[in-house]
């Protein structure tokens, strides 16, 4: 199952750097059905990267964030799924720890995958 995971959501690296007037936004969900899954996830991918399979970092300026927010509302359903987002300070962003594999992808992939249910 991990491969068919690591297929479907290919790791990416962080498309734009961050600035100096963008803020580190962490995006984490929980969404029911895999269609509506795939969806935000693309979502997340347009702004930011991939950092855990449910958790994206996306350094963006506040009217940005505003339309990724509004993005990801059209395509969850209340009733079922569940986005969070936490907005960190620029001191607090530089001085997070991480540690273990840094993910990175330098290709963008796409699959297609076609099973019975």
Known sequence: ???????LFPVRPHRRPPGSTEMLRLLAYDI???KRLR????V???YGVRVQRSLFECWL???EFARLWEKL???????EDQLVAYRLE????RERLTAGQTMQCTEEEH????GSA
């Open 90 to 93: 620029a001191q607090a962003a």
């Open 61 to 63: 300026e506040d009217d």
């Open 32 to 34: 029911a059905d895999p």
């Open 1 to 7: 199952m991990a491969d068919l995971w690591d297929e």
């Open 39 to 42: 969806r935000v996830a693309n």
């Open 73 to 79: 509302l059209a395509e969850v359903d209340l009733k």
């Open 44 to 46: 997340c991918e347009d």
């Open 111 to 114: 699959f297609l995958y076609v």
